[in-house]
């Protein structure tokens, strides 16, 4: 189904998902729901793994129906899009693909997720400078990220959205920024894609998980930008990641994204990967994202009136469907949340509570009326 033909109305029946009635889900940034119509994407996967030969290569079919899902999902096109094992190794292709030299630099938010942080530190060993840019209290600016870079930025990191924060930024501003400079532009968009608009035409490359909001399983995506950046080769090949025709002492890469495959895709998430974004493009994702951001700004407010330090900024343009407040044992309290079915998500010494298209009014006011309490180790507050 295309965008165009999107005309459901939000929220999305609870009904939809696997366990999802009678509870208020704030936990899609760490872990969504599965959809019930997921159950007939097993089945449709089994029956193909018994098909044999005819059946593997309809394992192929459905990655195919992904890309070109994804594609019109990102204004990106089908060979652009690569699967991959994760957003992490995504991440990695890019950053080995590289020929670093010492005197290099890096620049990455020291807010940011780690498996960004983590894959341009070990570049130190090769003389590259990493330039982690402070942020301003809980925010990122993206003054300070230009300003961090110069004629040696080899590559510029940023996730569209805050993983510990919230906080969304402008990709396309950040792109204009960087005019001019030879920077790779490496976007994370695992907060962002299917909840918020993700326009891989603004970067270079954009990596994400399938596990949250677009509500699939422990797979990743790298979105080649080809028109920016044609000579991507990533380091290293297998058998899928090669033309037809290779002699044994030689190969050629696939002339697209699917270079960055080299073996099998992760062809069970293929398979419920298709099913979820067709369930997402039936509402539309401008309508998803209108949704999830007020509900979102319903929760940073509420949270503020609550005294709490809020992390995610209180801008409507700077988030997207994420609100965080700092919290000394979020473990604990996520877990009191969940036995009265309310689930959020605890770690990193912060409470992160996630807003979809399946997240009602009534949910962030249950949430909001019993943070007081929760926030009191689960005893009545004070003031009650």
Same mark, same amino acid.
């Given at each position: ?140 600016? /993206? ?83 080809? /028109? ?23 190969? /050629? ?44 700004? /319903? ?86």
């Amino acid at each position: 189904m295309s965008p165009k033909d999107a005309s459901r109305i939000l929220p999305a029946p609870k009904s939809d998902f696997v366990g999802l009635e009678g509870k208020a889900h704030f936990a899609t940034g760490g872990e969504p729901p599965l959809l019930k119509v997921h159950r007939q994407s097993f089945e449709r996967f089994a029956a193909d793994k018994s098909g044999g030969f005819d059946g593997y290569w309809r394992h192929w079919e459905e990655a195919d129906q992904v890309r070109q899902s994804l594609a019109r999902m990102t204004q990106a096109e089908p060979g652009d899009i690569g699967l991959v094992g994760n957003a992490s190794e995504a991440i990695m292709r890019v950053v080995a693909s590289l020929d670093w030299r010492a005197g290099d630099n890096v620049v990455v938010p020291a807010l940011d997720y780690t498996s960004g942080r983590y894959a341009l530190a070990g570049l130190k060993s090769r003389g590259v400078d990493v330039r982690l840019v402070p942020g301003r209290g809980w925010w990122i600016e /993206r003054d300070d990220i230009l300003a961090a870079c110069d004629d040696r930025t080899r590559l510029v990191y940023l996730s569209q959205v805050n993983a510990l924060t919230g906080q969304h930024h402008d990709i396309a501003a950040l792109a204009r920024g960087l005019e001019g400079a030879d920077a790779v532009l490496l976007v994370d968009a695992s907060h962002a894609l299917g909840v918020v608009p993700v326009d891989a035409r603004a970067s270079d490359f954009v990596v994400s998980c399938c596990y949250k909001f677009v509500l699939g399983i422990h797979d990743g995506i790298l979105i080649w930008n080809r /028109r920016r950046r044609p000579d991507f080769t990533p380091y290293g090949a297998g058998w899928a990641s090669a033309s037809p025709g290779a002699t044994p002492a030689d190969y /050629r890469l696939k002339p697209d994204a699917r270079r960055v495959e080299f073996g099998n895709a992760g062809h069970l998430g293929a398979y419920l990967l298709r099913d979820s974004l067709a369930y997402l493009e039936s509402f539309g994702i401008d309508t998803i994202a209108a949704h999830a951001r007020a509900q979102a700004a /319903r929760l940073v407010a509420g949270m503020t009136a609550l005294g709490l330090e809020v992390m995610t900024p209180d801008d409507p343009a700077q988030h997207a469907a994420n609100a965080a407040f700092v919290h000394p044992d979020p473990e604990g309290l996520t877990r009191r949340a969940a036995a009265e079915n309310i689930l959020v998500w605890g770690d990193n010494g912060r409470i992160r509570a996630s807003a979809h298209l399946f997240t009602t009014e009534e949910d962030v006011e249950i949430l909001l009326d019993s943070l007081p309490r929760l926030l009191n180790g689960g005893r009545p507050s004070p003031e009650c």
